[in-house]
């Protein structure tokens, strides 16, 4: 039995879990139950919409990936989420010049900043957070295997 996106997503991984909740509080996309109502997300939006939320979603999962990879093939782990969010604004940014309308790379442009203004919001120090607070469980040279 296959088990849905939406819970690998959410329970396997706390840093997925953690951009995910961001998204969906800033733009109110979330995994849904398969990867092809993933990328379907934005059909009542109507077409130019969608397109821009595959974008969206299609930088997520890049990223993600290779956060991933770090983790299991170099062994870096990342000590905090919100740089992986930062990194998808980044990579969005990156992305947005290929729209090809400008209204596109504005909407774009304007997700990223919404995601940075959330994720900030977060790990505010009005909450008690410090620069040099570590924002995940482990430590760098905790045993991966």
């Known amino acids: 039995m296959r088990r849905p996106i939406a819970k690998i997503a959410k329970s396997r991984c706390p840093v997925a879990h953690f951009i995910w909740c961001v998204i969906e509080c800033a733009l109110g996309v979330r995994p849904n139950k398969n990867i092809g109502s993933m990328f379907g997300q934005g059909n009542f939006l109507g077409n130019n919409t969608k397109n821009l ?3 969206g979603v299609a930088a997520v999962l890049w990223i993600l990936w290779k956060a ?11 000590t905090d989420p919100t740089e992986l969010i930062f990194t998808i604004c980044f990579t969005l940014g990156s992305w947005s010049i290929l729209q090809i309308k400008e209204a596109d790379r504005e909407k774009v442009l304007w997700g990223a900043q919404l995601l940075k203004q959330i994720a900030n919001g977060v790990f505010h120090s009005r909450f008690g957070w410090r620069g040099a607070n570590r924002r995940l469980g482990w430590r760098p040279d905790d045993d991966l295997g």
Do not use: M, Y
């Not at 770090?70 to 990342?78: E, K, Q, S, T, V």
């Open 68 to 78: 991933r990879n770090r983790a299991c093939f170099d062994r870096i782990l990342p």
């Open 53 to 55: 939320v595959l974008v």
